[in-house]
């Protein structure tokens, strides 16, 4: 199972020479195995990804976590939405009062973008995802809802070589006293449990989360702490503030290392990173 | 098995509330308990954990104006796991202890974004006089 990082940046893009090490683009991971691919988010991180032929029926999968925009934005400039040959599946969060294509039609209509969903010339199939189960080729899929604002799915993405977590936007630590200890209360813990590698928010320094608190994000501190519970066997930082440059994130991982200790491996994630489970 | 964000949610919630609230799931069974219910109940939920339904339910006799025992299919609690609504009821709770209070009860469903019936919250009140 291929694995590779396309954008990693929280909330809004950015393109400053600051941010040039780390990346930009926000969400966007590929998983490739088999001939299958899955496409993790359709942040701005989107428009790196190689529409070529080589995978079976020309099919990509786009398992959205939510939709809010930095997690759709790239998705209006995906080739193979234009491509007749391409079968596009989008698997999304459900919702009880509108349908994901009404949902996403929001983005896919002017005055936010020319084109409609409806012109969209690719065989397109939309899934409404739940706390769910379900299986793409050689890819088995669950999903749940997790701690932020408005239907969200973190995934477990497991594959006879590996497991990957991934829950880009998360705060499981909302309440009175943080994080539960208790794995059962704890936001997603089923997808992350003992995963071979836990992608999670960590979008900010444990002072800055302190005037955040209910934003739906994670600090850095408790995305280790969270993967500790979980007993993930690496974790990568992602979620990057838009506003952090790439020195100042540094800065904080090296802070993050000489004040906490934990037997797993951890990172930042950046941009171009490929990673084989 | 994690328990499902809602359930999360309303224990997050209860646990920043000065109000007596008991959490259950679709069977009955105790899942949490804030501190002032603990109060109420006698027990401390970092003691007892979660407490089944033949256990919690135990733990007080309700009675109505009369000192009648109140049957559990007129208990808000219990109506609203049979009927996934809300309900509401003043009566009286008397504790193992042999305590009686006038006590009201707001109950209602937990019922997820999916449509799926999780559980169900219900708080006690200590009525003012009507």
Known sequence: ?277 | MAYAIELILNRQIADCLAIPVFITDTEGNLLFYNEPAEEILGKRYEDTGEMAVDEWSTVFKNKDENGEVLPPAELPLVKTLTNQQPYHKTFWIESLQGRAERISVTSYPIIGRSGKFLGAVAIFWRPTEE
């Not at chain 1, 020309?58 to 007749?84: A, C, E, M, S, Y």
């Not at chain 1, 669950?142 to 829950?167: N, W």
């Not at chain 1, 590698?197 to 002072?207: G, M, N, R, S, V």
Request: charged share 20%; glycine share 8%.
């Open chain 1, 1 to 277: 199972m291929n694995i590779t990082i396309h954008g990693v940046r929280g909330s809004i893009p950015t393109t400053t020479l600051e941010t040039k090490k780390y990346g930009g683009n926000t969400s966007c991971v590929e998983v490739e195995a088999d001939g299958w691919r899955l496409v993790l988010d359709a942040g701005s991180g989107m428009q790196h990804i190689h529409a070529g032929n080589g995978f079976r029926n020309n099919r990509v999968d786009i398992l959205l976590t939510h939709l809010h925009i930095d997690h759709i934005q790239g998705l209006g400039f995906f080739k193979p939405l234009f491509n007749p040959e391409s079968e596009i599946h989008i698997w999304g969060p459900a919702s009880k009062t509108q349908s994901l294509r009404a949902r996403l039609g929001r983005y896919f209509s002017p005055p936010l973008f020319p084109v409609y969903f409806r012109n969209l010339t690719c065989k397109l199939v939309l899934h409404e995802v739940d706390d769910s189960s379900f299986a793409i080729g050689p890819f088995h899929i669950e999903s749940c809802h997790i701690m932020h604002p408005g239907p969200t799915l973190g995934f477990r993405v497991r594959h006879q070589r590996g497991t990957l977590a991934y829950l880009p936007d998360h705060e499981p630590a909302l309440g009175r006293d943080g994080l539960l200890h208790d794995v059962k209360w704890l936001s997603g813990s089923d997808l992350a449990k003992e995963a071979d590698l836990l992608l999670h928010d960590a979008q900010y320094t444990p002072e800055e989360y302190k005037d955040r608190v209910g934003w739906g994000h994670s600090s850095l501190t408790d995305a280790l702490e969270y993967a500790a519970l979980t007993g993930v066997k690496k974790l990568l930082l992602t979620h990057h503030d838009p506003l952090r440059s790439d020195e100042e994130l540094e800065k904080a991982f090296r802070h993050l290392q000489e004040t906490t200790s934990y037997q797993f491996p951890y990172a930042l994630a950046y941009e171009g990173l490929a990673i084989q489970l």
